[in-house]
């Protein structure tokens, strides 16, 4: 049974499940960054849609994304506009818009200056100006704003754990008529993903992956792992009582970012993370 759109902020007053503000939810918070990389601009409520469904004779309310006309270099039928994905379609603050008037073109943004291909397949996407936090919907959204690194690094290594292969195999699904599209599309997506992950596994320190290897913690550096980062040393500490165990892990001389794993036994139970 259809309910309609959900908001990006607040929660239902029909879901008794939905008791997490919706600007407060991880998945949606961090929609920004998998919006940014497949410059998925018309990211707004009415372009969502909850349905009322029943498994094993349980009704629950299930969340869906619709609309993906204004996605990658389109924006519905015609190329996007070179805006979208760098502006909203009111640029905030206001104050903006004088200051742009008043400088008479003299001073254009990075984008401006974008380039792009004449292929009318492609519209307009690129990965040479894009920058990951700059990256703005159409519309001011109350999840998108409230994103944190927290957030964003969860996003970036769901996005990272894309691979060339796999993002030329999601491509080629568009069953474009032109090799040269193809090359394009997964050129400059593979390039978009890793701008996002040297933003966000830099920010943060992108130690994951963790597991107990006999008594000690072992982890991967996933900013090593990439490429966006030199090996680094780490130090560790440790923390016990019985069973549970508390590690906390910084790099040498930057002990102002730390990741703490707890323990218990074998089995990772919890890991904070200190920006």
Request: glycine content about 6%; some cysteine; proline content about 6%.
């Amino acid at each position: 049974k259809p309910l309609g759109p959900f908001l990006y902020e607040g929660t239902r007053a029909d879901d008794p499940n939905d008791v997490i503000p919706h600007e407060d939810r991880r998945e949606l918070r961090g929609l920004r960054v998998f919006c940014a990389w497949l410059n998925h601009t018309d990211a707004k409520a009415r372009n969502s849609l909850d349905v009322l469904v029943e498994e094993n004779g349980v009704p629950y309310v299930k969340h869906f994304l619709l609309d993906f006309g204004s996605i990658l270099g389109s924006d519905s039928d015609m190329p996007k506009d070179t805006r979208f994905g760098n502006e909203h379609i009111v640029p905030l603050p206001y104050t903006k818009v004088p200051k742009k008037m008043g400088q008479l073109g003299f001073a254009p943004e990075p984008w401006e200056t974008a380039r792009f291909p004449k292929n009318r397949a492609v519209g307009r996407i690129e990965s040479k100006v894009f920058d990951p936090e700059k990256w703005r919907s159409n519309y001011p959204n109350p999840a998108f704003t409230q994103m944190g690194l927290d957030d964003a690094y969860w996003a970036a290594k769901q996005v990272m754990a894309f691979t060339d292969a796999d993002i030329r195999a999601m491509v080629e699904t568009g069953q474009y008529s032109n090799a040269e599209t193809v090359q394009y599309l997964t050129r400059t997506l593979a390039e978009r993903r890793d701008k996002i992950g040297r933003t966000y596994f830099t920010k943060v320190l992108a130690v994951d992956n963790f597991r107990m290897e006999g008594e000690a913690l072992r982890f991967d550096d996933l900013a090593v792992k990439h490429g966006f980062s030199a090996p680094r040393e780490f130090f560790q500490t440790m923390a016990s009582q019985g069973q549970y165990q508390v590690h906390r892990i910084y790099e040498k001389g930057k002990p102002e970012k730390t990741v703490t794993v707890h323990v218990m036994g074998s089995k990772i139970v919890g890991v904070e993370r200190k920006w």
